[in-house]
């Protein structure tokens, strides 16, 4: 009946400007927080900000040198952990768990993610820092490490769950062993969702403070090497915001929006790099 | 390789075993990789517990329901933080979640593939922002915009609702409970685009066929093909929304007393942790912060309990898994 | 594809060239040099509030001993402690002093080098009112037990004739992190309140009765700035620099005063001759006229024994320097010096460092 079909059609172009609402909100959202940041902290972005050491108060010409290449550095090491043991795990939760013990394991990496960032800052500096007796670089890219593992596996699992079972079957048929099919078809097939849990997993992990205050400590020098503290640009962020400056206030802004545009270069190559045919 | 001097050699017997054994190495490799998760956990819990032995015996259960948080005297009790907790979470969830999919939905269903991937691209930076960041604009744009016009607009229209009464500072749970719902969106958007997106074609169609309209596909058909992931996006939120501190500490309020009203202060066992761990002295005040963090980590258990319950009882067929 | 891929590599390439070129670069320019092989490095780690002077201590420091680069980070005073305890950092550094019992943890004997000082201040935020407003302890106590929930409340009227009070509700602000500045406050109110001792008492941090909490100073900044009709305490640097208003406080001399840098040295000196020898004292509610009566020390903590000979020259040419030429710095910033009694005596006590 055609009030019906007038029905179902205003249903459909409501429900799809709704969306289209909620998707405009988002992206409204982050632009409004990257115009914030351009405009507060755009003024004390300079080639002297990201090539020069923090200076005291008062005096001009200080930058996040250090904090860059520490941020850069314990996102390295957090990456070389987290990523390994996270995408092998998600392989394992999505080819070949049984049915009890992939559910312990999705349900603790679920537990896991919802952890303090602090707690698990503390964590790390029970099994790490207090041994050694000092803070670190290694332990603040452990902590950030441990920190990827429960996310990249579950968006690894999901990521390949999307992969139909086509493939599969047909990989096998063909003759090849379970872990070349997986390595060989399954995984390309859903590059690009595992890239992005990645990508999100790495871009959470850049911005967390809290746990790098008790591991990697903060440096207002550079930091050689992987066994001393290291400055780290949200811990910057963080020291700077709080203190009663203006002109650290600004740096602090400045060092969020490099924060930012690292993440975005990081992004882009990733995307880049796994663009082309995949599973859809 | 052989050379080419070098006979031709006989063709292994074990190759089949060969074959096998990469399965097995691959099948203990990644097997490994996924107990590391409980390995961790378990360790977590043990440093928890061992860093926490005198508080647990001084309150016992008594912790669970106190409601003094006295550094002073030494008193202390969990209960409006594990409230704040959940209240905070519950409505980030409420927001982000309808808003996250619906997004989600758009840019996988109408938006024109170049500006999906922009616009995904967009808010997948939302993620990188750092906490305290987030805690800034909360303070400096969020809260002064409800105190002014968002809490007096909703005492006015739905003024009768015990959630919304009271004194209107601006920061509160309901400042909370948004902020976090800005912050866990893009985690829900992202995935969910990504689930969305490989649900196969075949389905769609099928529904169009049939004569669906293209939201009736979407919403009937696509969508719960796509639970699954979406689900999982959702834990990932929540997880975000539980353990976040900067944040949730700079517009939240800081003051640990239970109310009925969102417009109240409140205080989060996350943000409680991180403001008083730094500072503590004294063995018992650690202790009793650290067994907060085992609280929280019960809390989480129970919840994604649940919901998982929740879930599992009210799965249809047709999935996609 | 492939061209993508090629595109994809490029740019990663090129990032991690313009990386490399940015390290070299900074690493040879001489504003940042990258250590020498027989650089000495400390780590220190403690109080929030005197972050901005000793960073500019050790910056200057290191301009002079090139070799020696002195890393502080404020985690807070207590976690200052904790860290020195736990042998994790060289020094710590806390607001209040270390008590007994954290004393009796220590494998060393550790010695309080006060470094400057600092004051609280109650600052306000009243629509329609500029003029100073001038508060006495019970006001204060009152206030923040929850007890006077009005500015037109005749306690607050009494001490601040001539300025129009509106009846608006008092939003009580304190910090919600565990602070040196709230041991400060609170230890203050609890020596002119024996009803705040009893009901809530000092510490980092306490239960308050009523109120917001912010966190840090910046927090409480900004909750009192955008709330009409709060009131909050912050250390007298930030109300300086964010040139918000704060009140007069009655000292035990019944003298209202404003904070200023010379006011809290007064407080300071009033106590020099009744100083115990470990410097470990509370120099609120100062005696003396002029003395403000919420100021206190910040201390540096340093271990008696310290084994690595390097390292031992390094801290006792540090405090030497910070104690003569390091106070010229100070007030700059808006600390205030130590009073040269102070000075005398602490530079006495560098020689127990061995």
Not at chain 3, 27 to 40: F, L
Not at chain 3, 109 to 117: A, E, G, N, Q, R
Not at chain 3, 253 to 272: M, Q, R, Y
Request: glycine share 10%.
């Amino acid at each position: 009946m055609p009030w019906r079909d007038i029905w179902r059609k205003f249903v459909n172009y409501f429900m799809f400007s709704l969306t289209g609402i909620c998707a405009l909100v988002t992206v409204g959202v982050l632009f409004f927080i990257l115009g914030y940041l351009v405009w507060n902290g755009g003024s004390s972005l300079s080639w002297a900000f990201l090539t020069h050491l923090p200076t005291p108060v008062g005096e001009p010409g200080g930058g996040m040198a250090n904090a860059i290449v520490g941020s850069a550095k314990l996102l390295l090491l957090a990456s070389l952990i987290g990523i390994p043991i996270g995408f092998l795990g998600g392989v394992y939760l999505a080819e070949f768990g049984g049915r009890s013990f992939p559910f312990v394991v999705r349900y603790t990496a679920d537990l896991l993610n919802g952890v303090p960032s602090i707690v698990m800052g503390i964590f790390a500096y029970t099994i790490v820092v207090l041994p050694m007796k000092h803070f670190s670089a290694f332990a603040g890219g452990l902590a950030l490490g441990v920190m990827m593992i429960p996310i990249a596996v579950r968006s690894t699992e999901e990521a390949l769950r999307t992969v139909p079972l086509m493939l599969r079957e047909g990989a096998l048929a063909l003759g090849a062993s379970k872990w070349k099919t997986i390595a060989t078809v399954v995984v390309p097939a859903a590059r690009k969702g595992i890239v992005t849990g990645i990508i999100l997993d790495i871009a959470r992990v850049a911005g967390e403070t809290a746990p790098l205050l008790f591991t990697a400590f903060s440096n207002r020098f550079w930091s050689p090497g992987w066994n001393q503290p290291t400055a780290s640009l949200p811990v910057m962020v963080f020291t700077y915001a709080i203190s009663p400056y203006e002109d650290w206030h600004r740096q602090a802004w400045a060092a969020g929006l490099v924060l930012l545009t690292l993440v975005l270069v990081a992004n882009v190559a990733a995307k880049l790099s796994v663009s082309g045919r995949s599973a859809r | 390789m052989p050379t080419a001097s070098a006979p031709p050699k006989r063709r292994p017997p074990g190759l089949i075993q060969g074959l096998r054994s990469g399965d097995t190495f691959a099948h203990v490799l990644t097997l490994l990789c996924a107990a590391s998760i409980l390995l961790v956990t378990v360790a977590l819990v043990q440093q928890l517990y061992v860093n926490s032995t005198g508080a647990l015996h001084k309150f016992g259960f008594r912790f669970l329901t106190g409601r003094t948080w006295d550094p002073v005297s030494g008193d202390f009790g969990a209960l409006p933080f594990v409230y704040g907790t959940l209240v905070t979470s519950a409505l980030a969830l409420l927001v982000a979640v309808p808003l996250g999919v619906g997004a989600a939905i758009f840019l996988s269903e109408l938006a024109p593939p170049r500006i999906s991937n922009a616009m995904t691209f967009v808010i997948e930076l939302l993620a990188a922002v750092p906490s305290v960041i987030y805690g800034l604009l909360g303070m400096f744009i969020l809260v002064p915009f409800l105190r002014q016009y968002g809490e007096p607009f909703l005492k006015h229209t739905l003024g009768f609702l015990p959630l919304f009464r009271g004194p209107m500072y601006g920061v509160g749970m309901l400042a909370g409970g948004l902020v976090l719902a800005i912050m866990v969106v893009p985690f829900i958007i992202s995935l969910s685009r990504e689930v969305l997106l490989a649900v196969p074609v075949e389905q769609r169609e099928a529904a169009l066929g049939l004569g669906a309209t293209k939201w009736e596909s979407t919403w009937q058909v696509v969508v719960p093909y796509a639970r699954i992931g979406i689900m999982a996006s959702v834990f990932l939120a929540l997880a975000r929304a539980l353990g976040e501190t900067m944040a949730v500490t700079m517009v939240i309020g800081n003051d640990p007393k239970i109310n009925a009203s969102l417009f109240a202060p409140g205080y989060s066992i996350a943000a409680v942790i991180a403001n008083e761990f730094a500072e503590a002295t004294g063995d018992l005040y650690i202790q009793a912060l650290v067994e907060l963090g085992l609280v929280l980590f019960a809390l989480t258990i129970v919840i994604n309990g649940l919901a998982r319950i929740v879930i599992i009882t009210t799965t249809q067929k047709g999935s996609a898994h | 594809m492939k061209k993508l891929s090629i595109l994809s590599m490029i740019l990663l390439s090129a990032t991690f060239v313009l990386a490399s070129l940015v390290a070299f670069h900074s690493s040879r320019s001489s504003a940042t040099p990258i250590p020498a092989p027989d650089t000495i490095m400390l780590n220190g780690a403690g109080a929030t509030f005197p972050y901005p002077i000793y960073s500019k201590w050790f910056s200057d420091f290191n301009k002079i001993h090139s070799g020696i680069e002195i890393n502080y980070q404020s985690i807070g005073s207590g976690g200052g402690i904790r860290q020195l305890l736990s042998g994790t950092v060289d020094f710590g550094a806390s607001d209040p002093p270390m008590t007994d019992e954290q004393l009796g943890h220590a494998k060393t004997k550790i010695l309080h080098f006060p470094t400057v000082l600092g004051a609280v201040v109650p600052t306000y935020n009243i629509p329609g009112i500029s003029q100073e407003l001038s508060f006495t302890p019970e006001v204060l106590v009152g206030i923040y037990l929850g007890r006077i929930t009005k500015w037109n409340d005749a306690e607050i009227a009494k001490s601040n004739n001539g300025v129009n009070l509106p009846a608006q509700d008092i939003v009580v602000v304190h910090r919600s992190d565990g602070s040196g500045t709230s041991y400060v406050w609170t230890d203050y109110l609890s020596k002119v309140s024996p009803e705040w001792q009893s009901k809530v008492g000092r510490n980092t941090s306490v239960n308050w009765p009523v109120g917001l909490g912010g966190k840090g100073n910046e927090g409480v900044t900004g909750l009192v700035k955008q709330t009409p009709g709060a009131i909050g305490y912050v250390e007298l640097i930030y109300a300086v620099q964010n040139q918000i208003p704060y009140g007069r406080v009655r000292n035990a001399a019944g003298v209202f005063v404003k904070a200023d840098l010379a006011g809290v040295t007064a407080a300071a000196a009033s106590f020099a001759k009744t100083m115990p020898e470990d410097f470990r004292i509370s120099i609120t509610n100062a005696p003396g006229k002029a003395a403000y009566p919420i100021a206190s020390f910040t201390y540096l903590l340093i271990p008696t024994k310290i084994e690595d000979a390097s390292k031992r020259q390094v801290i006792k040419d540090f405090l030497t320097w910070m104690l003569n030429d390091g106070q010229k710095e100070v007030e700059a910033l808006s600390y205030s010096r130590l009073p040269k009694e102070v000075v005398a005596r602490e530079l006495k006590q560098i020689s127990q460092i061995q």
